[in-house]
């Protein structure tokens, strides 16, 4: 029997995209022939494992941000990115540490990072503590947001990119094309790839709505956002909507309060979301890179914005859309009306566009990680000595 490859998936919790997408490539190493023993390693857990920003604090570092999220408080968010990169360069020769005593520990026969900014410390302590060891990074943004932020210049890593865009970029930062790795998308949960299944103009009455008309699904993430208020009072006359909260509940209330003469589904926290977008026609929501992704899989043409509180990281996004053709990108949803609108007239081209995407990334990968393990584990071969001299003398 083969020893199983141990590989640590490491991810933190800020935003909620980097530890679905590690959730959903541990589901699909595990039913693999090769064995994977796959490991989840949540990075803020490493660096901090007795727990002090959250006792000094009051909570975890990613709950600062994901209430931000929640509030809409991105304005500024590209200006406080430079300032957190600039804390973790200051901090390098303590996280390499911490991390080095990390791998030591753990031993992992694979590293896949899930998380922009602390590439170099991670892969630094790897190099150096277990070299040999193959260090891969997987891109959960279309794009990279240089410097610092996913790809690192001079790393003999790997990189998997769900872009053309970020492949360039990783090219252009020096990286052989042998470490540059592209998938045909962004990885997303397996549950999006299953076919829909039951009645659904059944299934749409039972929870109030009607199947005839076309239903937007409104979406932000697992905080929800405020910006949800002025979508909902803005097509309250006319669009037809299933609004998903999250762990929001305050504005789950304040969306159930508000009048509308359109049928309207308020959703709390849902783990089944591939259900709620198989009942809907199109998508509402940030340019993140994984509610795109996932709304295109389930065949929505999406609505997204692009304005100074969208996230530094996120912008490319909304030029991926219009680039592929598949929805469309206002500054604001104050103008909701008029993009539901225009996406509704031109419903069937944007639909065409859709259905031509075909996103088998998270398939994808796993070949890809098992053949960067074994070249790892390949003998170097040695030059005959008097071309080894001529190489050193050279």
Same mark, same amino acid.
């Given at each position: 029997m083969t020893t199983a490859t141990t590989v640590d998936l490491i991810y933190f919790n800020a935003g909620g995209g980097h530890r679905a997408s590690a959730l959903a490539l541990q589901a699909v190493l595990q039913q693999q022939p090769q064995r994977w023993r796959v490991r989840l390693v949540n990075l803020f857990e490493v660096l901090d494992p007795q727990d002090r920003f959250r006792k000094m604090t009051g909570s975890a570092p990613e709950d600062w941000y994901n209430r931000r999220l929640a509030r809409g408080w991105t304005l500024g968010m590209a200006q406080e990115l430079k300032i957190l990169q600039g804390l973790i360069r200051l901090s390098h020769p303590t996280l390499v540490k911490q991390?080095? %005593? *990390?791998?030591?520990?753990?031993?992992?026969? &694979?590293?896949? =990072?899930?998380v922009p900014n602390f590439n170099r410390a991670m892969f630094e302590s790897l190099a150096s503590t277990l070299p040999g060891v193959p260090y891969v990074t997987v891109l959960t943004d279309l794009a990279d947001l240089p410097p610092h932020f996913w790809i690192e210049r001079g790393q003999r890593q790997h990189f998997i990119c769900g872009s053309a865009r970020a492949v360039a970029q990783a090219h252009e930062l020096g990286h052989t094309p042998e470490r540059v790795h592209a998938t045909s998308g962004m990885i997303i949960r397996p549950e999006?790839?299953?076919?829909?299944?039951?009645?659904?103009?059944?299934?749409?009455? =039972? &929870?109030?709505?009607?199947?005839?008309?076309?239903?937007?699904?409104?979406?932000?993430?697992? *905080?929800? =956002?405020?910006?949800?208020?002025?979508?909902?009072?803005?097509?309250?006359?006319?669009?037809?909507?299933?609004?998903?909260?999250? *762990?929001?509940?305050? &504005?789950?209330? %304040?969306l159930r309060a508000l009048p509308s003469r359109a049928p309207r589904l308020v959703v709390g926290f849902a783990s089944d979301i591939p259900r709620y977008m198989q009942l809907a026609d199109f998508f509402i929501g940030k340019p993140g890179p994984g509610s795109i992704s996932e709304a295109v899989q389930q065949g929505l043409p999406v609505i997204v914005v692009d304005n100074a509180w969208t996230m530094p990281q996120e912008r490319y996004n909304a030029r991926w859309v219009i680039e592929h053709h598949v929805g469309i990108v206002h500054r604001s949803f104050r103008t909701i009306d008029r993009a539901v609108e225009e996406l509704l007239g031109r419903f069937d081209e944007f639909r065409a566009s859709v259905r031509g995407q075909r996103n088998r990334a998270l398939f994808e990968i796993p070949g890809m990680l098992d053949r960067i393990v074994r070249q790892a584990s390949e003998p170097v071969q040695a030059l005959p000595s008097s071309q080894g001299q001529a190489h050193l003398e050279g």
């Open positions: 991390l080095q %005593q *990390h791998w030591l520990r753990t031993e992992p026969d &694979l590293v896949v =990072s899930l999006f790839y299953e076919a829909a299944a039951g009645d659904r103009a059944a299934e749409m009455r =039972s &929870l109030g709505l009607d199947p005839a008309r076309p239903t937007g699904l409104v979406l932000f993430g697992g *905080h929800g =956002s405020k910006a949800m208020l002025v979508i909902a009072r803005r097509l309250s006359e006319t669009t037809q909507l299933i609004l998903i909260c999250g *762990h929001n509940k305050k &504005l789950a209330e %304040q």
